[in-house]
């Protein structure tokens, strides 16, 4: 069920959105928060409970990411701009798909 944006986040919110092998940790995303897909900007559009249109990024410079000893987790990480456009309690519903291609290149050892 959706519920008025407004509430919790504000309509025309500035956010960042990025795929990488690490969780976010601050507003700005960077480093391994954004070593697989770009970190992208976009504002909410629509009042209330309307949705946002959709969003494309493209893929950040081809990054090896060794997975043989821990496997190598993926992240669809998200940042506001400003601690005003969104209170503590704020939620947001993505939806979409998300096509990766990737190679195996064995084991070595």
């Avoid at 795929?19 to 480093?31: E, I, K």
């Avoid at 090896?64 to 993926?74: E, K, M, N, Q, R």
């Avoid at 990480?77 to 990737?102: P, R």
Wanted: proline content about 1%; cysteine-free.
């Amino acid at each position: 069920m959706l519920t008025t944006r407004a509430s919790t986040i504000n309509d025309s919110a500035a956010l960042t959105w990025s795929l990488g092998s690490a969780v976010a940790s601050s507003a700005t995303l960077a480093g391994t928060m954004v070593n697989v897909l770009a970190s992208t900007g976009r504002t909410l559009d629509g009042a209330g409970a309307a949705l946002s249109t959709a969003s494309i990024a493209d893929v950040a410079a081809a990054v090896t990411l060794d997975g043989t000893a821990t496997p190598v987790d993926l992240y669809l990480n998200l940042a506001f701009a400003t601690g005003t456009d969104i209170d503590a309690d704020g939620t947001l519903a993505v939806t979409g798909t998300a096509t990766l291609l990737w190679e195996n290149w064995g084991d070595n050892n």
